[in-house]
């Protein structure tokens, strides 16, 4: 490592951590892979060793070029060329359903076509040709082939037997289990190429066994009108499902439809770019805003401003509210042209989920910078102003899931793999150590199960498999892990519930947990300080005595506390001292403290009886929040309700009537729905979408 100064950990695999070096003899950038070969299985081993022997014969300028490799603290090294412009996979999710022009497409097509072949000179098999492996320069033009894992380098028989490579991108052939040689590599190209023209994969389904029939029947969506009937019948040959139809490389690139990309390749070699003159745009009618407005529709929420939306100027995808922490009114975040789909907050951190899987995070700028937090001393308060950055690293791995402790987040992807990083105290990451970590990183002792998903409290963390397994981790302070101890854990272990319930979700609070049943049951454990957890046995509206009243809990419980117990609970949430549930009807109740309101209601302020919350009986709630000492409460028609403990903006509203519910007014201008919302401490975060308006019968 003498030659390479580490910069960033840029990616994590399979097969180990991939490293962004310097290489200091020529100060150039460059890729290192560290592969813990002792950690790893024969197979794995071969797979690492065989990607060293792939990368040595080949030598094209749209294939990722090999250095060297070498043994690092019982690691192996693999130095190889850096692209730093990201995946073709990345550079189709930002183009947000805009369609490329076919210019572009076959610019990118050609150059995957020419790589490809050359492998094939080589008797080398890729299996495993996706947009994922397929990167890009700086100026994102020109492409490179990579990550040759489990290439084949073909013996005289010309065929490979073994099932590898990604399930959206296997060829026919492969799912029955026959042989298959180069035109396997040919289905995926032609895979690649229906990509970029659709933006979407040729073949998904929900599970494997519908994406193999969906395969093997050849089905999928045509392509868009406005691409040439050339292109179409082009990608229609190379996914034949008869192998034997499917042209061979050189016959593709002697299609009239590459020719001129082809030779584009070699003239444009070196050519500076020139600014084109700009023609002048066409005048653009007025558009007239009439004032008389006529019916409202039944479809927008009361949430939305007075006055009709702005016609002509679309919503964007997506809007991120933050309120609390000295932001009294909610403060709209910065946004990266994507559709958030869920959000999570912990003391520190802000984050949310993209529909295109990618994981989004809100920073405050360092103090006394520009737009951050005034200077001690300073007579002047600013409105905090907040950056959004994509998380770096995870080029392959789509999140669908992500939850905030305090100073660490826990994520999950796609593939029930959990990832976690921050701050290693209380052995909350779940590595088996109390190690901080500053990129995801897969929490192993639970790579034998697949995770659906994952909650965080302040210090502890629970997990449901989709066999409805649940898992804990982290401190164990008042039986809070369900394990029927308080010792802490710094790597998951399986909870006992009781036999006759199944895990559907899990929650986390400050010091205490809960388990939602697939029957719309709550078990609960940890502190049941104030009844908190609805774990006191009542069947009445009348106070427990105190045989009836549950402290604490070790192992999960169920709720006894009416009308907990009786009602279908679809939604709950626990804060520091109080918690919330939705019943199936709509209906919110409140349990615990209520020494700042918190519950909803000015009279109970003592009781441990849940307490209907009269002041949304108008509105169905569908969703509740609970932070330190306030509830939110969203409605089915977008309405957000908060109550509780004023200071410091923690309600988004005026102080005016803290203890009850009232609406909070969001700064958007068309209908729309809330999406997610997370409360943590004093903080919210809350996502909307524009609502689709439904159009009145003809």
Same mark, same amino acid.
């Given at each position: 490592?003498?030659?390479?100064?580490?910069?960033?950990?840029?990616?994590?695999?399979?097969?180990?951590?991939?490293?962004?070096?310097?290489?200091?003899?020529?100060?150039?950038?460059?890729i290192?892979?560290?592969?813990?070969?002792e950690?790893?299985?024969?197979?794995?081993?071969?797979?690492?060793?065989?990607?060293c022997?792939?990368?040595?014969?080949? &030598?094209?300028?749209?294939?990722i070029?090999?250095?060297?490799?070498?043994?690092?603290?019982?690691?192996?090294?693999?130095?190889?060329?850096?692209?730093?412009?990201?995946?073709?996979?990345?550079?189709?999710?930002?183009?947000?359903?805009?369609?490329?022009?076919?210019?572009?497409?076959?610019?990118?097509?050609?150059? @995957?076509?020419?790589?490809?072949?050359?492998?094939?000179?080589?008797?080398?098999?890729?299996?495993?040709?996706?947009?994922?492996?397929?990167?890009?320069?700086?100026?994102?033009? @020109?492409?490179?082939?990579?990550?040759?894992?489990?290439?084949?380098?073909?013996? &005289?028989?010309?065929?490979?037997?073994? +099932?590898?490579?990604?399930?959206?991108?296997?060829?026919?052939?492969?799912?029955?289990?026959?042989?298959?040689?180069?035109?396997?590599?040919?289905?995926?190209?032609?895979?690649?190429?229906?990509?970029?023209?659709?933006?979407?994969?040729?073949?998904?389904?929900?599970?494997?066994?519908?994406?193999?029939l969906?395969?093997?029947?050849?089905?999928?969506?045509?392509?868009?009108?406005?691409?040439?009937?050339?292109?179409?019948?082009?990608?229609? &040959?190379?996914?034949?499902?008869?192998?034997?139809?499917?042209?061979?490389?050189?016959?593709?690139m002697?299609?009239?439809?590459?020719?001129?990309?082809?030779?584009?390749?070699?003239?444009?070699?070196?050519?500076?770019?020139?600014?084109?003159?700009?023609?002048?745009?066409?005048?653009?009618?007025?558009?007239?805003?009439?004032?008389?407005?006529?019916r409202?529709?039944?479809?927008?929420?009361?949430?939305?401003?007075?006055?009709?939306a702005?016609?002509?100027?679309?919503?964007?995808?997506?809007?991120?509210?933050?309120?609390?922490?000295?932001?009294?009114?909610?403060?709209?975040?910065?946004?990266?042209?994507?559709?958030?789909?869920?959000?999570?907050?912990?003391?520190?951190?802000?984050?949310?989920?993209?529909?295109?899987?990618?994981?989004?995070?809100?920073?405050?700028?360092?103090?006394?910078?520009?737009?951050?937090?005034?200077?001690?001393?300073?007579?002047?308060?600013?409105?905090?102003?907040?950056?959004?950055?994509?998380?770096?690293?995870?080029?392959?791995?789509?999140?669908?899931?992500?939850?905030?402790?305090?100073?660490?987040? /826990?994520?999950?992807?796609?593939?029930?793999?959990?990832?976690?990083?921050? &701050?290693?105290?209380?052995?909350c990451?779940?590595?088996?150590?109390?190690?901080?970590?500053?990129?995801?990183?897969?929490?192993?002792?639970?790579?034998?199960y697949?995770?659906?998903?994952?909650?965080?409290?302040?210090?502890?963390?629970?997990?449901?498999?989709?066999?409805?397994?649940?898992? /804990?981790?982290?401190?164990?302070?008042?039986?809070?892990?369900?394990?029927?101890?308080?010792?802490?854990?710094?790597?998951?272990?399986?909870?006992?519930?009781?036999?006759?319930?199944?895990?559907?979700?899990?929650?986390?609070?400050?010091?205490?947990?809960?388990?939602?049943?697939?029957?719309?049951?709550?078990?609960?454990?940890?502190?049941?300080?104030?009844?908190?957890?609805?774990?006191?046995?009542?069947?009445?509206?009348?106070?427990?005595?105190?045989?009836?009243?549950?402290?604490?809990?070790?192992?999960?419980?169920?709720?006894?506390?009416?009308?907990?117990?009786?009602?279908?609970?679809?939604?709950?949430?626990?804060?520091?001292?109080?918690?919330?549930?939705?019943?199936?009807?709509?209906?919110?109740?409140?349990?615990?403290?209520?020494?700042?309101?918190?519950?909803?209601?000015?009279?109970?302020?003592?009781?441990?009886?849940?307490?209907?919350?009269?002041?949304?009986?108008?509105?169905?709630?569908?969703?509740?929040?609970?932070?330190?000492?306030?509830? +939110?409460a969203?409605?089915?028609?977008?309405?957000?309700?908060?109550?509780?403990?004023?200071?410091?903006?923690?309600?988004?509203?005026?102080?005016?009537?803290?203890? +009850?519910?009232?609406?909070?007014?969001?700064?958007?201008t068309?209908?729309?729905?809330?999406?997610s919302?997370?409360?943590c401490?004093?903080?919210?975060?809350?996502?909307?979408?524009?609502a689709?308006?439904?159009?009145?019968?003809?």
């Amino acid at each position: 490592m003498e030659k390479y100064e580490r910069i960033r950990v840029v990616g994590r695999g399979a097969f180990g951590i991939v490293h962004l070096c310097l290489r200091k003899a020529d100060q150039k950038l460059v890729i290192l892979k560290q592969i813990p070969v002792e950690q790893m299985s024969k197979d794995e081993r071969l797979a690492a060793q065989n990607e060293c022997q792939v990368l040595k014969l080949l &030598s094209h300028p749209n294939v990722i070029e090999y250095y060297e490799n070498f043994l690092e603290d019982k690691a192996l090294m693999i130095a190889m060329e850096y692209a730093p412009g990201g995946t073709l996979a990345e550079f189709i999710h930002k183009r947000c359903n805009s369609l490329l022009d076919e210019d572009t497409i076959l610019h990118f097509f050609v150059q @995957i076509l020419l790589a490809l072949h050359h492998v094939h000179t080589k008797q080398i098999l890729h299996r495993d040709l996706k947009t994922q492996n397929i990167l890009l320069d700086k100026h994102r033009m @020109i492409v490179k082939i990579g990550d040759f894992g489990i290439s084949k380098i073909l013996s &005289s028989k010309s065929k490979a037997y073994t +099932v590898v490579g990604t399930p959206c991108y296997i060829s026919p052939e492969l799912c029955e289990g026959k042989p298959y040689n180069q035109k396997s590599d040919i289905w995926a190209l032609g895979c690649v190429l229906y990509e970029l023209a659709s933006l979407k994969r040729a073949f998904e389904a929900a599970n494997l066994p519908a994406l193999v029939l969906k395969i093997m029947s050849g089905t999928f969506a045509p392509i868009s009108d406005r691409y040439s009937p050339d292109l179409r019948q082009l990608i229609l &040959s190379m996914l034949n499902l008869d192998p034997s139809k499917r042209p061979q490389l050189n016959e593709i690139m002697a299609q009239a439809i590459c020719i001129r990309p082809l030779l584009n390749l070699y003239t444009d070699v070196g050519s500076v770019k020139m600014r084109r003159p700009e023609k002048p745009l066409a005048p653009v009618p007025t558009v007239t805003h009439s004032r008389t407005g006529g019916r409202a529709s039944s479809a927008r929420p009361r949430g939305v401003r007075g006055g009709s939306a702005r016609t002509g100027i679309p919503p964007p995808l997506s809007s991120i509210y933050t309120w609390g922490s000295g932001i009294t009114t909610p403060l709209r975040l910065p946004m990266l042209n994507t559709e958030v789909v869920q959000v999570s907050a912990g003391r520190t951190q802000k984050a949310g989920v993209t529909k295109s899987g990618r994981l989004i995070l809100w920073e405050a700028p360092p103090m006394g910078a520009a737009g951050g937090p005034s200077l001690p001393g300073s007579t002047e308060q600013l409105q905090p102003q907040f950056v959004s950055r994509f998380l770096e690293g995870q080029s392959g791995v789509t999140i669908k899931h992500v939850s905030c402790g305090d100073l660490f987040t /826990a994520c999950l992807t796609d593939r029930g793999i959990i990832m976690t990083f921050g &701050s290693g105290s209380n052995g909350c990451l779940g590595h088996g150590n109390f190690t901080d970590v500053s990129q995801p990183k897969i929490v192993e002792a639970l790579l034998g199960y697949e995770m659906v998903q994952v909650a965080c409290g302040a210090s502890h963390v629970l997990a449901v498999s989709n066999e409805r397994e649940v898992f /804990a981790w982290g401190r164990g302070d008042n039986g809070r892990l369900g394990l029927g101890t308080l010792e802490c854990h710094n790597s998951p272990q399986q909870v006992t519930v009781p036999p006759e319930h199944e895990a559907q979700r899990v929650i986390c609070g400050i010091d205490s947990s809960m388990v939602l049943t697939v029957k719309n049951q709550i078990l609960a454990c940890g502190s049941n300080r104030c009844n908190k957890l609805g774990l006191d046995r009542i069947s009445s509206a009348e106070e427990p005595s105190p045989e009836d009243q549950v402290e604490e809990a070790t192992v999960f419980m169920c709720a006894q506390s009416a009308p907990l117990n009786q009602e279908p609970i679809v939604c709950a949430d626990i804060g520091t001292a109080h918690s919330a549930a939705v019943t199936a009807s709509g209906h919110c109740y409140t349990f615990g403290s209520n020494q700042h309101g918190q519950l909803g209601t000015k009279s109970c302020r003592n009781s441990r009886v849940p307490h209907l919350v009269v002041g949304l009986q108008a509105m169905k709630v569908t969703v509740v929040a609970c932070g330190d000492a306030f509830t +939110v409460a969203i409605g089915a028609d977008g309405e957000v309700c908060t109550w509780g403990k004023g200071a410091r903006g923690r309600l988004g509203r005026k102080d005016e009537e803290t203890g +009850v519910p009232r609406p909070v007014q969001l700064e958007e201008t068309h209908p729309y729905l809330v999406t997610s919302v997370a409360c943590c401490h004093g903080n919210t975060l809350l996502a909307v979408k524009p609502a689709v308006e439904e159009s009145p019968p003809q």
